[in-house]
């Protein structure tokens, strides 16, 4: 079984796969997002998807689904105005119009103890609809 880091607030556990993947995602670059969700059974964050190197941010979006909240950690790619290559971790707190109320409470009480074990990241967004996450906004957001 693998190891899980417990979440103070909630009584959630973050998997091993969850930090295993982020640190692959962060330092070998194998992907280029991640998505996380709660299992409410087990009570612990797993990992939902896992976007491959050659995935955009388009790809992200639309793996996530319109009716259910999820966590997402993205690695954005890009070169500076001075011609320098640049890579920021961007966390996503997706949590849709349309999800349950107790989803929504949920993720949004088990945020803080998922993003302590994922070390690194450099922004965070937080969206309802897909609007508040276009890809302008990372762009603007990394510069």
């Not at 009584?11 to 670059?29: D, N, P």
């Not at 194998?30 to 941010?57: L, P």
């Not at 920021?88 to 949004?108: D, M, Q, T």
Request: charged share 30%; aromatic share 12%; proline share 2%.
């Amino acid at each position: 079984m693998a190891m899980a880091f417990k979440m103070a607030t909630t009584g959630m556990r973050v998997t091993e796969e969850c930090t295993s993947s982020f640190l692959e995602m962060k330092w070998k670059k194998v992907h280029r997002y991640i998505v996380f969700k709660i299992d409410e059974n087990s009570r612990k964050v797993t990992v939902d998807k896992v976007g491959g190197a050659g995935e955009n941010y388009q790809d992200l979006a639309a793996s996530l689904p319109v009716d259910d909240c999820r966590y997402a950690v993205f690695d954005f790619d890009f070169v500076t105005v001075d011609n320098c290559r640049k890579s920021k971790i961007f966390f996503i707190y997706w949590s849709p119009e349309a999800s349950r109320i107790r989803a929504k409470i949920l993720y949004a009480t088990s945020k803080a103890g998922l993003r302590r074990v994922l070390e690194g990241i450099h922004y965070e967004l937080q969206a309802t609809d897909p609007t508040e996450m276009g890809f302008d906004i990372i762009q603007d957001r990394a510069k």
